[in-house]
């Protein structure tokens, strides 16, 4: 194991967990919002402080596999080889539940999701609540229900102002919330696409995922609109862009724009560039819209990315940004 590390503010942060309360932290995903997870009043402060519906179930987080059979029971096979060889990464497995995990947890459903992140603060403060505490922190993405999960500590801030205790890790190397696997229903079933791809999950179990479907348990992740701004949000294929912005700015809006391309003069309002490649830009997806939600524009245009394995989780999470804008009504 990786030393002692007796770093103050995750010392800070593993009392305050233990006296109940919420901290802050940062994973290769997105930064959590943390409780802990043995705590059915603590994990009650993270859907009061979010405005989470209660039957939008919480991630446990681990510190290593070793903890898992604490936490779920009747692991399967396909989990176990998963974990081997995703864990510590952006992964998170749907397995049952432990006798113990609180139902508030879970939303009342008998399964439990459980993620080992690799983020080293957030192996420290896993570690350390391991040793002094229950070793599992229940975590959503740390902002408000529905809207752009956090990618910097400062993100955090904006979203819960100050009081809220928060581990700084820098920027988030993967920007986008973990790939979902529910393993709770004989056959691997993808919940939400990550960066570990679906191809990536079919290599290890020998059986390609299959796709949600109704009879799957919730998950606020696979709401139709969710990840979104503020300011309305429209997707565009690219030889349309130039026309689908002059035609908005011709009608008096002011538009944002996020695309891969430098080249979109004339352009009245403000153009943010995205990184050319799939991990560059959902590393900066959410920084992204947040910047571009900030300039005070009537609507964001956002050009499509291209299509291929790499930019699935970007097509998904761009999709349930742009659900709740009804392209006649952009106001
Ligand atoms: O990358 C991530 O997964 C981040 C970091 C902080 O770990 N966490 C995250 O949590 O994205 P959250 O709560 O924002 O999204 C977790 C998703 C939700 O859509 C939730 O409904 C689903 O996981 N989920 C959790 N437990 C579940 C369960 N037992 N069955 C089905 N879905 C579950
Ligand atoms: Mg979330």
Redesign the pocket.
């Known amino acids: 194991m990786g030393g002692e590390r007796s770093d103050p503010g995750v010392a800070a942060a593993i009392a305050e967990l233990n006296r109940g309360n919420l901290v802050a ?1 940062p ?8 409780a802990d997870a043995a705590n059915a009043e603590a994990v009650a402060k993270i859907f009061a402080l979010k405005g ?1 519906p209660a039957d ?4 446990v ?1 681990l510190a290593s596999v070793l903890a898992l059979e604490e936490w779920a029971v009747d692991v399967p096979d396909a989990a176990r080889r998963l974990a081997a060889e995703f864990w510590p990464g ?1 992964l ?1 497995l ?2 049952r ?1 432990a006798s113990h995990v609180p139902a508030i ?3 009342g ?1 008998d ?3 459980i ?1 080992c ?1 690799s983020h080293p603060v ?1 192996q420290s403060l896993l570690r350390g609540f391991a040793r002094h505490g229950s070793g599992g922190v229940a ?5 408000r229900f529905g809207h752009v ?1 956090p990618t910097t500590a400062q993100h955090v801030r904006e979203e819960f102002g100050p009081g809220l205790l928060v581990l700084d890790g820098g920027a988030c190397e ?1 920007g ?3 790939t ?1 696997v ?1 393993l ?1 229903r004989g056959v691997p079933v993808l ?2 696409p ?1 960066a570990v791809t679906r191809e990536q999950i079919g290599a290890v179990t020998g059986v390609a995922p299959r796709d949600r479907d109704a009879a ?8 139709a609109a ?1 990840y979104a701004p503020h300011t309305p949000l429209v997707l565009v294929d690219t030889d349309e862009l130039a026309e689908r912005v002059s035609t908005a700015e011709a009608e008096g809006k002011r538009v944002a724009v996020l695309s891969r391309k430098y080249a979109l003069a004339p352009l009245a309002g403000f153009l943010q560039v995205a990184p050319a490649d799939a991990t560059g830009y959902g590393q900066h997806l959410y920084a992204d819209l947040r910047i571009l939600d900030a300039k005070g524009a009537d609507l964001i245009v956002v050009e499509r990315p291209p299509r291929g394995a790499e930019w699935e989780a970007i097509h998904d999470r761009l999709a349930r940004a742009a659900a709740g804008t009804d392209e006649c009504d952009e106001t």
Not at 56 to 59: R, T
Not at 139 to 143: I, V
Not at 216 to 223: E, F, N, V, Y
Request: glycine share 10%; no cysteine; net charge positive.
């Open positions: 932290f994973t290769e995903t997105v930064y959590g919002l943390g989470r939008h179930p919480l991630i987080h952006p998170t749907i397995l539940k947890l879970t939303g459903q399964t439990v999701g993620r992140p957030a975590a959503p993405s740390a902002n999960s993967v986008l919330e973990s979902i529910d709770s919940l939400r990550g799957a348990p919730r998950a606020s992740g696979t709401l969710h």
